[in-house]
């Protein structure tokens, strides 16, 4: 019986397949698929728009009290270009489909995933949600609590919600819950697929590639202060210190409190911001979010940080954390676009799986003999609603 000879698509498809197998955060949030890049003056540059819900406030009474819709958008860049570069013979085009993907296939897309993962692992740094079980190791109580963080923030209860545990995390909370049943189904996706099952209401993960965060220097209890009354907006004035903040920095301030999404009311929690910018130390403007929003629709906290109120951080001075991830898929959006396909090479094929673009291009290089190879994906990644992930930080 004759060889059957792979072709480009089947070639693609397969690549695709494997990949998407093995991006476990990715997998996991919202994926999406633009094909104006395919059509022909059709494009549209690399900033895509992405709306966010509409938020209103309700009337008491029978009078008329008109509001404005105004209308709320991420703006998300398909910019990074990242894939494989390879050589394959025609040969080995001759190979069945399962023994060229194990040979070629499957370490090419391990370590694409490896990388397009830990790109999209740098959205950690957006979410201003924690729970602080510094110190300790991760407790089931502490995954609770992020699960209350997301029911707080009215993140859907559905089948979309996951948790992506570091492997330190991960070996502290099985052996807490080592005692507990679990059927072989899962123990079975355990061992063979990464998953550690679903309870709590997500799917739980175990990942090797959740970047670390290093703390600025300011200790929890930062000594800075508010310098200001009535402050709003994604940046606050704070008195002098000499200690420094980074980006993906936790904090609270005095007297700025978390109110309900809807109700409005206040929930007697202190809101919690992210540090979205280094900050050098001394009198100035700390970068946070979410912004500060007293009134209306998007009404966030009860009241602006107290003048003069502490300014607190989660976590110590210059502390290592690996926080482990509960998250909605709505939280986080990873989109591709397609690639040009050039016209007169050997091979050449361009695909989609599950909102994932992927180009392969082959060409024979005369010079050397060979046929030089490249697998190229196309992304971009946001964070839409950092409201609907929380961080668990442990150890």
Same mark, same amino acid.
């Given at each position: 019986?004759?060889?059957?000879?792979?072709?480009?698509?089947?070639?693609?498809?397969?690549?695709?397949?494997?990949?998407?197998?093995?991006?476990?955060?990715?997998?996991?949030?919202?994926?999406?698929?633009?094909?104006?890049?395919?059509?022909?003056?059709?494009?549209?540059?690399?900033?895509?728009?992405?709306?966010?819900?509409?938020?209103?406030?309700?009337?008491?009474?029978?009078?008329?009290?008109?509001?404005?819709?105004?209308?709320?958008?991420?703006?998300?860049?398909?910019?990074?270009?990242?894939?494989?570069?390879?050589?394959?013979?025609?040969?080995?085009?001759?190979?069945?489909?399962?023994?060229?993907?194990?040979?070629?296939?499957?370490?090419?897309?391990?370590?694409?995933?490896?990388?397009?993962?830990?790109?999209?692992?740098?959205?950690?740094?957006?979410?201003?949600?924690?729970?602080?079980?510094?110190?300790?190791?991760?407790?089931?109580?502490?995954?609770?609590?992020?699960?209350?963080?997301?029911?707080?923030?009215?993140?859907?209860?559905?089948?979309?919600?996951?948790?992506?545990?570091?492997?330190?995390?991960?070996?502290?909370?099985?052996?807490?819950?080592?005692?507990?049943?679990?059927?072989?189904?899962?123990?079975?996706?355990?061992?063979?697929?990464?998953?550690?099952?679903?309870?709590?209401?997500?799917?739980?993960?175990?990942?090797?590639?959740?970047?670390?965060?290093?703390?600025?220097?300011?200790?929890?209890?930062?000594?800075?202060?508010?310098?200001?009354?009535?402050?709003?907006?994604?940046?606050?004035?704070?008195?002098?210190?000499?200690?420094?903040?980074?980006?993906?920095?936790?904090?609270?301030?005095?007297?700025?409190?978390?109110?309900?999404?809807?109700?409005?009311?206040? /929930?007697?929690?202190?809101? @919690?911001? &992210?540090?979205?910018?280094?900050?050098? !130390? $001394? *009198?100035? %403007?700390?970068?946070? =979010?979410?912004?500060?929003? /007293?009134?209306?629709?998007? @009404?966030? &906290?009860?009241?602006?940080?107290?003048? !003069? $109120? *502490?300014? %607190?951080?989660?976590? =110590?001075?210059?502390?290592?954390?690996?926080?482990?991830?509960?998250?909605?898929?709505?939280?986080?959006?990873?989109?591709? *676009?397609?690639?040009?396909?050039?016209?007169?090479?050997?091979?050449?094929?361009?695909?989609?799986?599950?909102?994932?673009?992927?180009?392969?291009?082959?060409?024979?290089?005369?010079?050397?003999?060979?046929?030089?190879?490249?697998?190229?994906?196309?992304?971009?990644?946001?964070?839409?609603?950092?409201?609907?992930?929380?961080?668990?930080?442990?150890?």
């Amino acid at each position: 019986m004759p060889n059957t000879i792979l072709t480009p698509t089947a070639v693609t498809r397969e690549a695709l397949r494997v990949l998407h197998q093995k991006l476990t955060f990715i997998g996991n949030i919202n994926r999406q698929y633009d094909d104006s890049y395919a059509k022909k003056g059709a494009k549209i540059g690399s900033d895509l728009k992405v709306r966010l819900p509409n938020q209103y406030v309700v009337r008491s009474g029978a009078n008329l009290s008109t509001q404005d819709t105004t209308e709320q958008s991420v703006t998300l860049q398909v910019a990074t270009q990242k894939g494989v570069d390879l050589t394959f013979s025609s040969a080995e085009l001759t190979l069945s489909l399962d023994d060229f993907s194990k040979r070629i296939l499957e370490p090419a897309m391990a370590v694409l995933a490896a990388a397009m993962e830990a790109d999209a692992y740098s959205m950690a740094l957006d979410v201003y949600q924690a729970v602080n079980g510094i110190g300790s190791a991760i407790t089931w109580k502490n995954v609770l609590l992020a699960r209350k963080a997301l029911n707080d923030a009215l993140a859907p209860i559905d089948n979309d919600r996951s948790v992506i545990l570091n492997t330190q995390d991960n070996a502290d909370l099985v052996d807490t819950l080592k005692g507990l049943f679990q059927d072989s189904s899962q123990i079975s996706k355990q061992y063979r697929e990464g998953m550690m099952g679903r309870t709590a209401g997500a799917d739980f993960y175990e990942s090797t590639i959740i970047p670390s965060h290093t703390t600025g220097t300011a200790l929890s209890a930062t000594t800075y202060t508010v310098n200001g009354a009535g402050q709003t907006g994604s940046g606050v004035i704070v008195a002098t210190g000499a200690t420094t903040f980074k980006k993906g920095d936790v904090v609270t301030f005095a007297g700025c409190n978390r109110v309900h999404p809807e109700t409005k009311a206040d /929930t007697g929690v202190l809101q @919690q911001f &992210v540090v979205t910018a280094d900050y050098a !130390g $001394g *009198a100035g %403007t700390l970068q946070i =979010a979410p912004a500060i929003v /007293t009134s209306g629709g998007t @009404q966030n &906290v009860s009241a602006s940080p107290t003048n !003069g $109120g *502490a300014v %607190t951080k989660v976590g =110590a001075a210059s502390a290592i954390y690996k926080p482990s991830l509960m998250f909605h898929k709505d939280a986080f959006t990873f989109a591709t *676009a397609d690639l040009v396909m050039p016209q007169g090479v050997d091979f050449a094929a361009r695909e989609v799986y599950d909102g994932i673009s992927m180009r392969i291009v082959r060409q024979y290089a005369i010079s050397t003999d060979t046929f030089p190879c490249r697998l190229d994906v196309l992304y971009g990644y946001k964070t839409l609603r950092a409201q609907l992930a929380a961080r668990i930080l442990s150890n």
